[in-house]
């Protein structure tokens, strides 16, 4: 059982290590230099609709309306985002994508297809269910820790 509890602990730890900086390096090209990867999940919860008010972006991500208005402030700055007021109710601001900030999500949704497909890719078709739900498992007992800590 110790052996496992290693093991699972050092697979867990460099999984998440793993993606995290493969995810950095491989969204950070020469186009998108100068976003760093929290913006880039930022454009990704702002969506290629029409636009998002600022508390339904921040709540999604788990952040601040006041901590995401840094952030979009200079995501508007760069070029990625437009803040407009909405026509129905002013005090409402909505924020959406520019044609730079499309590419950029574009870009995002590649990576993470390709990274999909390539692990689908390593696994016969009865181990794509088995892999799913045990990840599905593991996905459900992190909401549950996350729950339990923001108590």
Same mark, same amino acid.
């Given at each position: 059982m110790e052996?496992?509890?290693?093991?699972?602990?050092q697979?867990?730890?460099?999984?998440?290590?793993?993606i995290m900086t493969i995810e950095e390096k491989a969204l950070m090209t020469k186009e998108f230099k100068?976003?760093? &990867?929290?913006?880039?999940?930022?454009i990704e919860a702002i969506g290629m609709g029409e636009g998002r008010n600022m508390s339904s972006v921040a709540k999604s991500l788990e952040i601040t309306v006041g901590t995401l208005t840094i952030a979009i402030n200079n995501l508007v700055k760069k070029g990625?985002?437009?803040?407009?007021?909405s026509t129905?109710?002013?005090?409402?601001?909505? &924020?959406?994508?520019?044609?730079?900030?499309?590419?950029?999500y574009?870009?995002?949704?590649?990576?993470?297809?390709?990274?999909?497909?390539?692990?689908?890719g390593l696994l016969k078709k009865d181990e794509i269910?088995?892999?799913?739900?045990?990840?599905?498992?593991?996905n459900d007992y992190f909401?549950?820790?996350?729950?339990k800590v923001s108590k």
């Open positions: 052996n496992t509890y290693e093991t699972l602990n697979l867990l730890v460099c999984l998440f290590n793993d100068d976003i760093s &990867i929290t913006d880039m999940h930022i990625y985002v437009y803040r407009t007021r129905k109710d002013r005090r409402v601001v909505l &924020i959406s994508l520019s044609e730079t900030g499309k590419k950029a574009k870009h995002h949704a590649r990576f993470h297809k390709k990274m999909i497909d390539d692990i689908i269910q088995v892999f799913t739900k045990c990840i599905a498992g593991i909401k549950k820790m996350k729950d």
